[in-house]
Structure formats: structure tokens, C-alpha cells
T-cell receptor, first 116, second 110 residues
Framework: NAGVTQTPKFQVLKTGQSMTLQCAQD?????MYWYRQDPGMGLRLIYY???????DKGEVPNGYNVSRLNKREFSLRLESAAPSQTSVYFC???????????????FGDGTRLSIL | SQKIEQNSEALNIQEGKTATLTCNYT??????LQWYRQDPGRGPVFLLL?????KEKRKERLKVTFDTTLKQSLFHITASQPADSATYLC?????????FGTGTSLTVIP
């Protein structure tokens, strides 16, 4: 049971380069999320997709775009990478969008991204 | 904005003792609060969630309390084991946003 799979696991970019982080889940979940985790900051929500066909901004969306390709896949794109975007990026999914916070989230193991 | 605070200092305890981790929040009254475990180099793993009208929730050696008056949740691990060593995160949802605490690092010493 793979759960949530993120690719790549590691990436080094130069400032100004673009790249797309991929995420796929095999649990038939409706909702998917992208977070970044920085030391001392905790996990911060970048974008989420409550259901296939919808996406919404999270707490820190600037500099990112997302695509909910289908029910399984949710990608995160950095159009012009900046050093401030060096972070560990986590994708997560939940069965439903827990508007009250009652839906457990299942996380991938992250993409470690360094921008020089 | 919503703010969640967890013990910033690492917690070291002896095997067999009870570990107690604290999560405090401000500016909102969440309907639910969640706890996750995160091991180095891995994503968080869901452990428990508790509703605002539940004072206490248990799962095996884990116990969570939720005091909406104090705006605080306590996470207890009884009969702790070295395998419980990890970082523990609390999380809540408000205003269409999910917020996570920075986590508390727990080390259980054999």
C-alpha cells in the first residue's frame, strides 16, 4: 500500500529555474494538500484541493501554482525559484475536506528542495 | 492569525515514564484538534483527533485531553518506550486553513 507518493525526493535548483513537484495518492481520497516545512516554522499550508476540479490558496501561496490533474494527482509548480523557497515540501491527502478539522491527513515523505 | 505553540524545548524522559506534551492555541475555538508523529526524514503520521466536547480520548498508550477554556491540549504517552522517540505535532483547522504547531521533540532514554 503506497499511500502518498512524492517525486522527486531531493532536488537542487538555481535561482530563477522552474520545476514541478509531483504527488499521487492511491487511497481514493477526495482532498489533497501541499505544505512546506521550515525549521522553527512548522508545517505551513501552501495550496489545497478540497475535491477534484477545485484548488484554493493556503497560508503561503505566493510563488507557487498547483494543478489537480485528476483525483489521484496534485502537482506543485515553482515558476521562478527563489532561495526563500528552499524547504521540505510535503503532500497530503484526506478522504474528505474536513471543514471542521475532523479529517486525518495522510502525508508523503517529502521533497527536499534547495535553491541556490 | 491563528497561532499554535508547542514546547519548544526537547523533552527527554526515562523509559517507562509518562511523557506529557503541550499544545496551546490562540485566536480561535477549533471544533477538533489533531496530533501527529513525525520521524526524521519522514512525513507526519496521524495519531489521534479529539472533538471540542470530548474532554479526553485514548488509544492504546496514548491519551489526549482538550480544554477549550484554557485553549490547550495535552498529549500523554504512558509506559514510554525508546520507539516513541520522535517529534509530535498538533494541528487544527480554522477559516479554511490548517495550522500545525512546530512540534515537540521527544527522546525516551532506555
Amino acid at each position: 500500500n503506497a499511500g502518498v507518493t512524492q517525486t522527486p525526493k531531493f532536488q537542487v535548483l538555481k535561482t530563477g529555474q522552474s520545476m514541478t513537484l509531483q504527488c499521487a495518492q492511491d487511497m481514493n481520497h477526495n482532498s489533497m494538500y501541499w505544505y512546506r516545512q521550515d525549521p522553527g516554522m512548522g508545517l505551513r499550508l501552501i495550496y489545497y484541493s478540497a475535491s477534484e476540479g477545485t484548488t484554493d490558496k493556503g497560508e503561503v501561496p505566493n510563488g507557487y501554482n498547483v494543478s489537480r490533474l485528476n483525483k489521484r494527482e496534485f502537482s506543485l509548480r515553482l515558476e521562478s525559484a527563489a532561495p526563500s523557497q528552499t524547504s521540505v515540501y510535503f503532500c497530503a491527502s484526506s478522504e474528505l475536506y474536513g471543514g471542521l478539522g475532523n479529517q486525518p491527513q495522510h502525508f508523503g515523505d517529502g521533497t527536499r528542495l534547495s535553491i541556490l | 492569525s491563528q497561532k499554535i505553540e508547542q514546547n519548544s524545548e526537547a523533552l527527554n524522559i526515562q523509559e517507562g515514564k509518562t511523557a506529557t506534551l503541550t499544545c496551546n492555541y490562540t485566536n480561535y475555538s477549533p471544533a477538533y484538534l489533531q496530533w501527529y508523529r513525525q520521524d526524521p526524514g519522514r512525513g507526519p503520521v496521524f495519531l489521534l483527533l479529539i472533538r471540542e466536547n470530548e474532554k479526553e480520548k485514548r488509544k492504546e498508550r496514548l491519551k489526549v485531553t482538550f480544554d477549550t477554556t484554557l485553549k490547550q491540549s495535552l498529549f500523554h504517552i504512558t509506559a514510554s518506550q525508546p520507539a516513541d522517540s520522535a517529534t509530535y505535532l498538533c494541528a487544527l483547522h480554522t477559516g479554511n486553513q490548517f495550522y500545525f504547531g512546530t512540534g515537540t521533540s521527544l527522546t525516551v532514554i532506555p
